[in-house]
């Protein structure tokens, strides 16, 4: 078998473990959301625990918890009986992590958690172990067997913790109205932060860089306005001044195909009518995101009048270092 043929076998068992998993949810989900929403609405915190493999995972779900407005901690199972219970308060949720359900650490760290009063959220592929029944709410990640071929090394068991973390993660953000502008207050920095940060008007082409023509205009008067802003579009205007359509280079090319006195015809004939267009005061991720869903270089701006006020490049959003 090549390496290829074995990856895409290791990808079928991780697929097939997440789909057992994803058989698991039931009811007991939505309680355990619930719970940590109500914890996090009376500014308590999520403590994450688990040791080994379980650990790593348990960093990455307390960072997306974090990164997402729920505030969250790890707490190193081990150096929790030497102090560190210091970070546990009254009202905190524990989202204990163990696939097991037995490993000594978590066993001996459970009743000691217990002391406060705390909910305990068990994430486990065992719901009857000793950290399934001493937990208030078991999620189960019992998945068929491991990616590994001796069935032994964590893998697509921490695929699913991972999974299930994510799930939570996202659950609890759309319960408590977590929006774009919240992610961009604690990602202020990197392409995600500016992008949910920076407007369209802040990052527009205007005045000269912003190629407007008159529908009556022709195409080759509108070729000589495109070509001073070094564009490959220009804006079309009605003649209150009102967006009616765009022409761009790539239709120029499709005239010139089909008729040999396209430069002499008016704009209004050959524009592309009813263009995709974005507001001023838009953020410059919905300009990204429309980048990505629709085949255009350049991105009209308007105003609440529907009048044209910039223009967006494709090009110029790598430099801003929004793409």
């Avoid at 991780?14 to 998993?21: I, N, T």
């Avoid at 996090?40 to 779900?61: A, D």
């Avoid at 172990?129 to 001796?150: M, Q, W, Y």
């Avoid at 008016?266 to 429309?290: D, F, G, N, Q, Y």
Wanted: proline content about 3%.
């Amino acid at each position: 078998m090549s390496h290829l043929s074995y990856a895409r076998r290791i990808f079928d068992t991780e697929l097939a473990a997440l789909r057992a998993v994803k058989q698991h949810l039931d009811g007991t989900f939505d309680r355990a959301v619930e719970c940590l929403v109500d914890c996090l609405n009376q500014r308590g915190k999520v403590i994450v625990v688990g040791i080994g493999k379980s650990g790593n995972v348990g960093n990455k779900i307390a960072a997306t918890l974090t990164s997402t407005g729920s505030t969250s901690v790890v707490l190193n199972s081990v150096d929790a009986l030497h102090g560190d219970l210091g970070i546990v308060n009254d009202g905190d949720v524990i989202l204990a992590l163990s696939y097991s359900g037995e490993s000594d650490e978590m066993v001996h760290l459970l009743p000691a958690l217990k002391r406060f009063s705390v909910q305990v959220i068990a994430v486990t592929g065992s719901p009857r172990s000793t950290i399934g029944r001493h937990s208030d709410f078991v999620l189960n990640v019992k998945v068929p067997r491991e990616a590994c071929p001796f069935n032994l090394a964590p893998t697509s068991s921490t695929t699913a913790m991972i999974v299930m973390g994510d799930a939570l993660a996202m659950a609890v953000l759309k319960a408590r109205g977590f929006t774009e502008k919240d992610f961009a207050r604690y990602h202020p920095a990197g392409a995600i932060g500016r992008a949910l940060l920076v407007s369209v008007k802040d990052v527009m082409r205007t005045g000269k860089r912003n190629p407007i023509a008159s529908q009556d205009l022709l195409v080759k008067e509108a070729l000589i306005i495109m070509t001073d802003a070094r564009s490959g579009s220009v804006t079309v205007v009605n003649r209150n001044g009102k967006l009616a359509g765009v022409f761009t280079d790539g239709d120029l090319r499709r005239l010139m195909t089909e008729d040999i006195d396209a430069l002499e015809m008016p704009l209004k004939k050959v524009m592309t009518r009813k263009p995709t267009c974005i507001r001023e005061e838009s953020l410059a991720a919905e300009a990204v995101k429309v980048f990505n869903q629709r085949n255009i270089d350049d991105l009209i701006v308007v105003n609440g009048k529907r009048e044209p006020v910039g223009i967006v490049d494709l090009q110029d959003l790598p430099k801003l270092k929004l793409m």
